[in-house]
């Protein structure tokens, strides 16, 4: 969707893409989680925007207007007896450009999420089971940093905190040493997740992907599918 001549380039100079790009991730930052990973994807072209990205990011504004009166509802959760919960997901080789995957992250207190990330794994990964592994990986810092700062507010943490993932393989990998296989090349800090499990802190548990929130962070979904996912991310009018 890069600019194909001298006229499609003309015409982008004409139009304030990267400034939309900027308020729309204010938005996705702040407030709309369930618009995370299309303003991930849109900010990638920033530098060089096609007609088509115009398009998309005009397409993302009409959906913004059309719920405009979203917001975040939280409410106590009887499903969810723990402080926050945490939801990690991945997409293969989503990215066409070079084939990296994305990496989705969604935490919820109650009903509603606190906290959440779309982002470009940095490394490209060799299967479905890295690119989860290296997804849980990034949510567990999340987690640990979470717990830290709870703990200064003098929140006292019995029990492990629960990350859930939709890959078995993954959750193996996390669970035992012995389940490394064909994943020795990654680099040793994606190691860390097993010492945390070990320790107490993390207790991962497997989560099936149609109950999975943090499947909107990491693929473009139909809209029946959208709506359902505002409702695990506690977005209601």
Request: with cysteine; aromatic share 8%.
């Amino acid at each position: 969707m890069a600019p194909k001549d001298a006229e499609e380039i003309a015409f982008m100079k004409t139009v304030p893409y990267r400034q939309l790009v900027g308020a729309l991730m204010y938005l996705a930052v702040a407030t709309r989680p369930d618009i995370s990973y299309a303003v991930g994807v849109l900010a990638r072209f920033s530098s060089n925007p096609g007609p088509g990205h115009w398009k998309a990011a005009k397409h993302l504004c009409r959906y913004l207007q059309g719920t405009k009166d979203m917001k975040l509802t939280y409410a106590p959760d009887p499903h969810a007896p723990e402080l926050f919960t945490t939801f990690s997901d991945a997409d293969h080789g989503g990215d066409e450009d070079n084939r990296r995957s994305t990496s989705g992250m969604v935490v919820k207190m109650g009903t509603g999420a606190i906290s959440w990330a779309s982002r470009l794994q940095t490394i490209v990964t060799l299967s479905t089971t890295e690119a989860e592994y290296i997804s849980a990986v990034q949510s567990g810092q999340e987690i640990i940093w979470l717990r830290n700062l709870l703990s200064e507010f003098g929140y006292e943490f019995t029990g492990p905190s629960t990350l859930y993932v939709d890959n078995q393989s993954a959750l193996a990998v996390a669970r035992n040493p012995e389940h490394h296989g064909r994943m020795k090349h990654l680099d040793l800090r994606h190691y860390w997740l097993r010492d945390v499990v070990e320790a107490g802190d993390i207790d991962i548990k497997y989560l099936p992907t149609k109950s999975m929130p943090a499947d909107i962070m990491t693929k473009a979904l139909g809209r029946l599918k959208v709506v359902e996912m505002r409702g695990m991310l506690g977005l209601y009018d």
